[in-house]
């Protein structure tokens, strides 16, 4: 069993910025974002394979927002410049250790963290 521990969300103002971090307990093949707001559905944000051969963004935050990893720390960072109001919600972390997993707007994931809330205040 995976465990997947999300951090770095934060209150800010509209343009900020903020980092997202998500250890993962062990190794994995595919690691993703997702988020939800209040009355709406989860959303796929970005996800990037180990070998980082696949990325995938959401297009509400292409050029805004970028994912990385680092492997030797099973980490996994999503890294959000000029934030907006609408990308207010919670954030979760994902994760897949099946071989041949991939990353994409409606790729499921069978590991998932508790979450950290960002808010974007105009």
């Known amino acids: 069993q995976v465990q997947l521990v999300e951090s770095g969300g934060d209150s800010v103002q509209t343009g900020g910025s903020l980092r997202l971090s998500c250890a993962a307990s062990e190794y994995t093949l595919c690691m993703a974002w997702f988020r939800q707001a209040p009355g709406k559905k989860r959303e796929a944000v970005a996800g990037i394979t180990r070998d980082g051969s696949r990325t995938y963004y959401a297009d509400s935050v292409k050029g805004r927002f970028t994912i990385s990893q680092d492997n030797s720390k099973n980490t996994l960072y999503l890294q959000m410049y000029s934030l907006k109001p609408e990308d207010t919600a919670m954030y979760y972390c994902?994760?897949?250790?099946?071989?041949?997993?991939?990353?994409?707007?409606?790729?499921?994931?069978?590991?998932w963290g508790q979450g950290t809330q960002v808010t974007v205040s105009a």
């Open positions: 994902a994760a897949d250790r099946r071989p041949g997993c991939t990353v994409g707007r409606y790729v499921t994931f069978n590991y």
